[in-house]
DNA sequence: AGACTAAATGTAAGCGCTTTCATTTATAGC
DNA sequence: GCTATAAATGAAAGCGCTTACATTTAGTCT
């Protein structure tokens, strides 16, 4: 592998040229670089990252840690972020924090021992002091999928509340009057705005907020069937059902159906995220889109933007969910 | 950020100790160890990964090349890898290939530039002859899902045909005599191996072949329904239908059922790769299990005994598909 | 043409670590 | 107690680049 020295001697100039055609920090005559960049294509010479990182004290590494790596919803997200930075020649290292306070720590951690230029966090577990000491470090950050009051321009983040409500909406549209909803763990801050939503949009409606309408569940295919199994124990009649996210939805499907409800006539269900399962269930779910793909992409730019002082148009932070009708809501007919 | 030469200053040893108490690279007197160990403590010293980097020619960062970096399958073999390293004390750099030749050798060419020590690849696009080429050069590389005969010995793969096999013989089993089978685009090597292994089972069963009966997809949900509007156009008819992966198989399936079709009663559906969505399908999706975790993993540790000369357990490089019965196929009635 | 300024290029000092080799210190053998 | 050997430590040379600063070259003006 040549360096940068073999280069310079080829071209017959000097070690600082070579690096001035490399990096267009300075200008240099156009004969020069012509010189320059034959003997860079004669010996294949490609520069050492490392050692350009080491001398220049940037590593054009962005460290991304989210909850898992699987899964499509974080699937996405790292894509779009990827693409992002690939066309800007940065790269990325990813992490996995398992929505787990030391995991998470350790997450950051261990990117922040890598010596990424910034972050890109998506946590939960972590509380919001360390977020606030974090940034008394050196290393630059945005959130994503979170409010940090002390750290606002730095968070991007959907406007949950709204989904709850436009959620709830649709089905009082439909003429539902019985509805359940199926939260998140109600610790995750996303997972309590989505539920407000929801009680503004009953109360927008003159309708009773009852507490046994609410079940709590984990987010996962077996919070939905829970709730499910919770209703009909409680005998609390229902006509739609309002998940807190696409899994817990399709896990409540398939539990309604094994119960003998036929959905949508009887129960009509609406998700939330818009995450490629949805297409997948049958019928076809109903759901709030969380656009995360945008969202990850606005983080990148902020990095670009903040860190790299690239110009970039105006940074969208708040991002708005969009309700996505399919075929698992359905108008209540009447009694 | 201190450096480890105020390390060294605050223990009153010299740079060398300080490096060998943190790389255990020749013994050190347990004393001076401690001292060094408070110091590091004491200053919140971390080790600058980059110098490190420079200076041992070793970057501790392995790339990983895949085709998507959202979707389930990537997904799952990613977070494998990961965790693997994670625990190793290596990261991970990850590019995405999109299944283009072009888009693959730059994304290696990327990865080559940020000094990994190695690569785990899953190209599709890229000739063998490209391969054996990336090999002559200096770094070190496993393939996943693929099998380049001259390299062999550093290619992790899933027996495909067995998998196809497995399939069809299954509805057989049921009874099934007319079946059709969409398989993926037949340019890549595992559709080939697929639909060998589909081929083989109707011969062993003694039942004609007919190219018909085949309709070449895309590894997409439209691959799928557009297979279901041949078979029906072309007034083939079928109690059973292979589908080279899951989302084919879904597509399929949401066709089917739009066409007027009962799912499994008058149509058995069979997928391949056992991807989350599989769960989500109504019926539930049989499948064949494609263990891309396990193969994740098992690239993650050649690369930490090849590579890094960790000692690892015997290494596996052909992994076997297991069937997967969920409700999507059923026993064919009698007639 | 000479003096002055701006543009282009070169020089060399690091960046923070690893690692070879030399040196010092402890351990053992007699 | 003194040498032979092994163990522990130190000194210093890079790793391949960037960048501040110095120097040279070209350009402009009178």
């Known amino acids: 592998m040549p360096t940068i020295y073999e280069v310079s001697k080829l071209a017959g100039v000097s070690l600082a040229t070579v690096s001035r055609v490399m990096n267009n920090t300075s200008p240099v005559r156009e004969s020069t670089r012509k010189k320059v960049e034959a003997a860079m294509a004669e010996l294949g010479y490609r520069p050492n990252s490392i050692a350009r990182s080491l001398a220049s004290n940037r590593s054009d590494s962005i460290g991304i840690l989210v909850s898992e790596l699987h899964g499509p919803f974080y699937g996405a997200m790292i894509s779009s972020i990827e693409a992002e930075f690939r066309t800007a020649g940065k790269h990325v290292i990813i992490a ?51 409010q940090v009051p002390a750290l606002q321009p730095q968070c991007i983040s959907l406007n949950n509340k709204l989904g709850g409500y436009l959620a709830t909406q649709l089905l009082l549209r439909q003429g539902h009057r019985q509805l359940g909803y199926i939260s998140g763990p109600l610790w995750k801050t996303d997972a309590q705005d989505r539920y407000r939503g929801h009680q503004l949009a009953l109360q927008e409606a003159g309708l009773d907020w009852d507490p046994k309408r609410l079940f709590e569940g984990d987010y996962h295919e077996d919070g939905g069937s829970a709730g499910i199994r919770y209703f009909l124990q409680q005998g609390i009649p229902l006509t739609a059902l309002i998940c807190a996210n696409d899994e817990m939805a ?25 995450v490629m399962l949805s297409h997948y269930t049958y019928p076809k779910l109903s759901t709030i889109d969380y656009p995360i793909a945008a969202m990850g992409q606005m983080a990148a730019r902020w990095v670009l933007k903040e860190v790299y002082q690239q110009k970039q148009p105006e940074l969208q932070l708040v991002f708005e969910p969009r309700l996505i009708e399919r075929d698992s809501c359905v108008v209540q007919p009447q009694p």
């Open 96 to 146: 996995a924090g398992h929505s787990e306070e030391a995991t998470e720590r350790d997450g950051i951690e261990f990117l922040l021992s890598r010596n990424c230029d910034a972050l890109i966090l998506h946590v939960e577990a972590v509380s919001d002091e360390y977020l606030v000491q974090l940034k008394a470090k050196e290393i630059p950050f945005v959130l994503i999928n979170r």
């Open 250 to 274: 399709s896990g409540a499907m398939t539990e309604a159906r094994e119960q003998g409800l036929f959905i949508p006539q009887q129960l009509s269900i609406i998700g939330f995220d818009n």
